[in-house]
């Protein structure tokens, strides 16, 4: 069972990004999916959810209108469109599969927003 997170790196400010979340050895069906990030020195935060059961995805104040989540159930991939880009978005972004009792984490990809 593994999340691998892709598409992480370095922008400028109001750049875009595209991160990529894929699921092995298991199906996202039945599990909701989210990205969380963890800034230097700050406790990690929920960014954005998406699950089959709730048609409704959720977005952190902080980013919405700027991110958008999306899935791909045929290849098992969950993405996080990241547009207007700002110096504050930059952490380490992790991707996560939720399921009481489940909970899988990705190794996290980082992202910075710097010129």
């Known amino acids: 069972v593994q999340l691998v997170e892709s598409g992480g790196g370095l922008v400028q400010p109001g750049g875009s990004l595209r991160l990529s979340c894929v699921a092995s050895?298991?199906?996202?069906?039945?599990?909701?999916i989210a990205w969380f990030r963890q800034a230097p020195g700050k406790e990690r935060e929920g960014v954005s959810c998406?699950?089959?059961?709730?048609?409704?995805?959720y977005y952190a104040n902080s980013v919405k209108g700027r991110f958008t989540i999306s899935s791909d159930s045929a290849k098992n991939m969950v993405y996080l469109q990241m547009n207007s880009l700002k110096p504050e978005d930059t952490a380490v972004y992790y991707c996560n599969a939720h399921r009481l009792p489940i909970d899988y984490w990705g190794q996290g990809t980082q992202v910075t927003v710097s010129s």
């Open positions: 050895g298991f199906s996202f069906d039945d599990y909701a």
């Open positions: 998406i699950s089959d059961n709730d048609p409704s995805s």
